[in-house]
């Protein structure tokens, strides 16, 4: 089928690309003409494990392109998916402005029928807003439809997610475009769960929610092990194994950052005040996210004792494994708490080091991981990437003044760690 994309990011690049792939053809749209050019000249504006080989295949495939205009999008396809950012507002709440205004720019250039889709994470009741501006703004008087598709993508598996999704949900406010919706999606081989437009919007805020309380869930059992001598990897096992629970998502650490859960739980929070609800149970889930990060840095703290004029290696910058994305990390976070503390910092990150660049200032930036622990008088693990297992322990222990490492993503094994000679200190163990 022909499908224009509008929005470039990582979920609009994503969901183009891989549309591409299953044999679609594709436009692709961002009001960014840079990124645009970058894109057209084979470029990639983001990091994401496999998108780029496909980009070039699809492209030189001729299934996939780039473009800055919006109607030329619009014109050239049936179904328009809306993958614009919607950023949060300073009380929590969304800001749909760039939504408003891609539905204004599709209005105004239909003349045809459309399905008009949105992938964006938005607030219950949205689909009805973008179907209203739409009618209020096309003056062409064409026919249309509004569809909520939203997006189930981590960040760093985007691919294999998009390929291979758990489920599809298409929500809908008439019956007429479950047909093309389930035509587009035929080559993924996933269930289509059909629901009406509000329960697919809402799905989206319930699930991301569901899956940061089940992260507070196990950081907060990660303090009852803390206190009794209990290790929280063996009891994320014990539960976990029960598959009602289910052992993914049980991973004690720093807590949750990204792009997504911080901002989706505090909308969807400020969804349900908006409609009456005090939803105070996902209010503890970020005030137990926050907890976790104070207690991590206090447990430097009771440790170094002083922090002024010591010098921390810390290795992981971005905001978990597998991607370049430093937007509300954990990682940064704890860099800017050390500094704070008076800490001198040598950083390294597989990844996201350039992009780090920009928010953090004053620190020492390492190539090679190996090398971060030279002159530190402590090692800190901030973001859970593989390589960080295999990194050379004897080699950071001689390097550090003294053999201290605290790990924020209980990466290594405790008896192992006693035995090579590190005060070791991780979450919930
Ligand atoms: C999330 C959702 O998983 C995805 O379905 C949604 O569409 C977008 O938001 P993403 O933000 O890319 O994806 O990352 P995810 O892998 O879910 O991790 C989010 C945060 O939770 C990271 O900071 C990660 O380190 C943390 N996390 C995750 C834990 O602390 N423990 C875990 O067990 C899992």
Redesign the pocket.
């Known amino acids: 089928m022909k499908l224009t994309i509008i929005g470039t990011g ?2 609009g690049l994503v969901t183009g690309t891989c549309f591409a792939e299953a044999g679609h053809r594709v436009v692709c749209v961002d009001s960014n003409e840079d990124k645009v050019n970058v894109l057209k000249a084979g470029g990639m504006p983001i990091y994401e494990p496999g998108l780029a080989e496909l980009v070039r295949k699809n492209v030189a495939a001729g299934r996939l392109h780039f473009t800055s205009s919006t109607p030329e999008g619009v014109e050239k396809s049936d179904v328009i998916f809306i993958a614009v950012p919607t950023p949060p507002l300073p009380d929590g709440a969304v800001d749909l402005s760039f939504i408003e205004r891609v539905a204004r720019d599709i209005a105004g250039a239909m003349t045809s029928y459309k399905i008009v889709v949105d992938k964006s ?1 938005v607030p219950v009741k949205t689909g009805d807003k973008v179907a209203e501006t739409i009618k209020r703004y096309c003056k062409a008087k064409v026919e249309f439809d509004v569809v909520s598709n ?9 691919v294999e ?1 998009f390929m291979k999704p758990d489920r599809v949900v298409v929500g809908v406010r008439t019956p007429r475009p479950v047909a093309a919706m389930k035509q587009i999606y035929e080559p993924f081989d996933a269930p289509v769960l059909v629901t009406d437009i509000n329960s697919a919007e809402l799905i ?1 805020h319930a ?2 929610s569901f ?2 309380l ?2 507070s869930y ?2 907060a059992l990660s303090v009852v092990c803390e206190a009794t001598g209990a290790n929280v990897l063996e009891v994320a096992n014990g539960i976990g194994l029960d598959a009602r629970i289910g052992r ?14 911080p901002k ?1 739980l505090s909308a969807f929070i400020k969804i349900a005040e908006q409609l009456g609800y005090d939803f105070r149970l996902l209010k503890e889930v970020q005030r137990i996210n926050a907890e976790q990060m104070d207690r991590f840095v206090k447990k430097i703290l009771d440790t170094m004792w002083v922090l002024k004029d010591k010098t921390i290696g810390v290795l992981g910058l971005a ?3 597998n ?1 370049d ?1 430093v937007r ?3 990682a940064i976070d704890l860099c800017q708490r050390l500094q704070k503390e008076g800490a001198k910092l040598r950083v390294h990150d597989p990844q996201a080091m350039e992009k780090a660049k920009a928010i953090l200032t004053g620190v020492t930036y390492v190539e090679d991981m190996n090398a971060v622990a030279e002159g530190c008088d402590a090692l800190v693990i901030a ?2 990437w593989p390589e960080f297992k295999q990194l050379d322990l004897e080699k950071a222990r001689a390097a550090l003044t003294h053999p201290i490492l605290f790990d924020g ?1 209980n990466l290594f094994d405790l008896a192992e760690m006693e035995q090579l000679g590190f005060i070791y200190k991780s979450v919930g163990r």
Do not use: M
């Open positions: 990582y979920v994470t939203p997006e189930f993508l981590r960040e760093g598996f985007a997610d989206k699930a991301n899956l940061a089940k992260i196990i950081n993914r998502f049980l991973e004690a650490g720093l807590g949750f950052g990204g792009s997504c859960f989706d905001f978990k494994q991607t994305d509300l990390s954990p973001t859970e993503r």
